[in-house]
């Protein structure tokens, strides 16, 4: 028994160890993940206590709960740590020294959108997704062909899409989405995949009030054992209530898209009582997943996408999404 509670002992401290070396948000997630979650060492450890007499189960038992409490109030004591460091930081960076200021030196700032972008990536890092990019021109099987779109769907006729003179006549276009990257992502890595796809995207849209011809997704993609509907809410609420805040919610509505299945259109219930289309989402289809060299039978995930423009159309309050595109520092510069 001296065996298994040293190795108890060696797996806490080194776990403490990981969790007190955390300096972002980021890292804590990771790294909680790694030595609380399901494949970390210590649940392995429970796992194994079916192996042992009676006796040894139980004090092997009571020191592993003892362990998870204690990497867990560390979590919680890091995290407080990291946050205070972080709120320090950002006074310091907003203080201003009036006797210095001066009104005809005008320092840049991010654009509205990729002040969005950046916030909802770092958003899903904190939830423990990772972050993966793709090219921009891609072929029409990563496109569409991969993501099950049949032949003959609206969406590849050349009235919605911009096809590039390249290799043979409708094999290669602008991409239309991000889900290329998850196929791509797919392709390169055995799951589990926790990954969203933030990147520009192009459609032969005519600009208007809400529409471009260029604009800005980001999809989310889970690939893991036992992944249900019920996952998928979970996330999507949990994502809106951190990026929006905790008196937000959210619902999901049928829906119907080729490359999941069931689908849905998700919403989020603003504190006023009122509902805001956000996006779609589903369980990836089978054929889906077999198209990025994963067995269905084994593996089940969810989807979802959203467009980052009217994210920030709607959290600025502004009416014509052409106007963030008109280059004119007089609006640009009130964000």
């Not at 979650?37 to 139980?58: N, Y």
Request: glycine residues 10%; contains cysteine.
């Amino acid at each position: 028994m001296t065996t298994e509670f040293e190795a108890v002992e060696r797996a806490r401290d080194e776990a403490l160890a990981r969790v007190g070396g955390a300096v972002t948000f980021a890292e804590l997630a990771t790294v909680e993940t790694e030595v609380l979650g399901r494949r970390s060492v210590i649940v392995e450890m429970r796992k194994a206590l079916g192996g042992l007499d009676a006796q040894a189960r139980r004090s092997v038992g009571q020191l592993l709960n003892a362990a998870m409490s204690a990497v867990g109030d560390a979590v919680v004591l890091r995290r407080s740590a990291i946050e205070a460091v972080e709120r320090a930081g950002q006074l310091e960076a907003e203080r201003l020294d009036l006797t210095e200021f001066s009104p005809q030196r005008r320092r840049g700032h991010l654009h509205p959108f990729t002040a969005a972008w950046e916030r909802l990536e770092d958003v899903f890092v904190g939830m423990g997704f990772q972050v993966a990019e793709g090219p921009e021109i891609e072929t029409e099987w990563f496109n569409f062909g991969a993501l099950n779109f049949p032949a003959g769907h609206p969406a590849r006729e050349s009235q919605d899409s911009l096809w590039v003179d390249w290799g043979e006549p409708g094999h290669t276009l602008l991409r239309t989405h991000t889900s290329p990257v998850q196929v791509r992502t797919m392709l390169a890595q055995e799951p589990p995949i926790y990954v969203v796809c933030p990147g520009r995207v192009f459609r032969q849209d005519t600009p208007d009030a809400t529409h471009m011809p260029v604009f800005h997704q980001i999809e989310g993609l889970v690939i893991d054992r036992g992944i249900s509907v019920g996952d998928l809410a979970g996330t999507l609420d949990s994502f809106v209530k951190a990026f929006f805040g905790g008196e937000f919610s959210s619902r999901l509505r049928p829906s119907y898209f080729p490359f999941t299945e069931p689908s849905a259109e998700f919403d989020v219930r603003r504190p006023d009582g009122s509902w805001l289309e956000l996006g779609g989402c589903g369980m990836v289809h089978p054929n889906v997943l077999r198209a990025g060299g994963i067995d269905p039978e084994q593996w089940s995930g969810f989807a979802f996408g959203f467009g980052i423009d009217r994210f920030a159309l709607t959290r600025h309050g502004v009416e014509d999404l052409r106007e963030f595109w008109s280059g004119d520092v007089r609006f640009l510069s009130q964000f």
